[in-house]
């Protein structure tokens, strides 16, 4: 518990727990756009996915080296989650027309927030943590990062979910046969994109391309709200000098044993 008895520390682990669950986002259904609303293939929603990918690495990478020159993450890592925040929101825009050109440019965005987030809360967390606890606080913040993106996958999941079956009836009215508007909006939508370029009906098609799109807009803007969250949380993550100076530490039961003679 002494991991989260200072409030910079549980700030730090909200804001990694937000970018683990909003960085899984973006990276796993954003291909499910592509696929259903362009009618991209499993191989070009991959193409497709590289600007915010390759802009994530590099903005991590650049972060990194700031970082380790002027001593600063807190900046980077308010900034990082506004950028996120930003690029997330407009993913709401997505529609079945929506130009490429676009697309990229809003990816860009969110990958460059997403980006700037990736090192800044470690370095939080372990810059106001006891020296004997970084090595705890290191594990629980990957824990709380996998835990953000297991959540993150079933609840954007339910969203998108719910929302295609309140479509289900504009489908069927737009003249999509009964039994494949149930499969289109039922428990497997996400799995039966490849269903919808088999509609030869233009009109048809396009309504079940808008439905996936709108269904979609439902989840961005859930994720949205969670990544607004973290940049609360950022507020509250202080800055720590970082010291250049190696401090060794030892650790095990005579340690503990030690320190605990010291405390009382």
Same mark, same amino acid.
């Given at each position: 518990m002494?991991?989260?008895?200072?409030?910079?520390?549980?700030?730090?682990?909200?804001?990694?727990?937000?970018?683990?669950?909003?960085?899984?986002?973006?990276?796993?259904?954003l291909?499910?756009?592509?696929?259903?609303?362009?009618?991209?293939?499993?191989?070009?929603?991959?193409?497709?996915?590289?600007?915010?990918v390759?802009?994530?690495?590099?903005?991590?990478?650049?972060?990194?080296?700031?970082?380790?020159?002027?001593?600063?993450?807190?900046?980077?890592?308010?900034?990082?989650?506004?950028?996120?925040?930003?690029?997330?929101a407009?993913?709401?825009?997505?529609?079945?027309?929506?130009?490429v050109?676009?697309?990229?440019?809003?990816?860009?965005l969110?990958?460059?927030?997403?980006g700037l987030?990736?090192?800044?809360?470690?370095?939080?967390?372990?810059?106001?943590v $006891?020296?004997? /606890?970084? #090595? &705890?606080?290191t594990a629980a913040? %990957?824990?709380?990062?996998?835990l !953000?993106?297991? *959540?993150?996958?079933?609840?954007?999941?339910?969203v998108f979910?719910?929302?295609?079956?309140?479509?289900?009836?504009?489908?069927?009215?737009?003249?999509?046969?009964?039994?494949?508007?149930?499969?289109? $909006?039922?428990? /497997?939508? #996400? &799995?039966?994109?490849?269903?919808? %370029?088999?509609?030869?009906?233009? !009109?048809?098609? *396009?309504?079940?391309k808008?439905?996936?799109?709108?269904?979609?807009r439902?989840?961005?803007?859930?994720?949205?709200?969670?990544?607004?969250?973290?940049?609360?949380?950022?507020l509250?993550?202080?800055?720590?000098?970082?010291?250049?100076?190696?401090?060794?530490?030892k650790? %095990?039961?005579?340690?503990?044993?030690v320190?605990?003679?010291?405390?009382?």
């Open positions: 002494r991991l989260f008895g200072r409030r910079a520390s549980v700030a730090a682990f909200a804001a990694s727990f937000v970018h683990g669950f909003v960085f899984i986002a973006a990276e796993y259904y291909p499910l756009y592509f696929q259903a609303a362009k009618l991209a293939s499993p191989t070009r929603s991959g193409l497709l996915i590289l600007p915010l390759v802009s994530e690495a590099l903005a991590a990478v650049a972060t990194g080296v700031a970082i380790h020159r002027s001593g600063e993450y807190r900046v980077f890592l308010q900034a990082g989650m506004a950028l996120a925040v930003l690029g997330v407009l993913f709401t825009l997505f529609r079945p027309d929506t130009p050109a676009t697309i990229v440019g809003l990816e860009v969110a990958g460059l927030g997403i987030g990736f090192q800044p809360p470690v370095i939080a967390v372990q810059a106001v $006891a020296q004997r /606890d970084v #090595a &705890a606080a913040m %990957g824990f709380m990062k996998n !953000a993106t297991s *959540l993150s996958i079933v609840l954007g999941g339910v979910q719910n929302s295609m079956g309140l479509r289900e009836p504009a489908l069927r009215e737009a003249g999509v046969a009964a039994d494949l508007a149930s499969e289109l $909006a039922g428990p /497997d939508a #996400a &799995a039966n994109v490849e269903l919808i %370029g088999t509609i030869e009906d233009a !009109a048809q098609q *396009l309504t079940v808008e439905a996936f799109a709108w269904s979609m439902n989840m961005w803007i859930m994720y949205a709200c969670v990544a607004a969250c973290g940049v609360v949380a950022t509250f993550v202080e800055r720590s000098p970082l010291s250049k100076e190696h401090t060794e530490t650790t %095990g039961l005579e340690k503990e044993e320190q605990a003679v010291i405390d009382t």
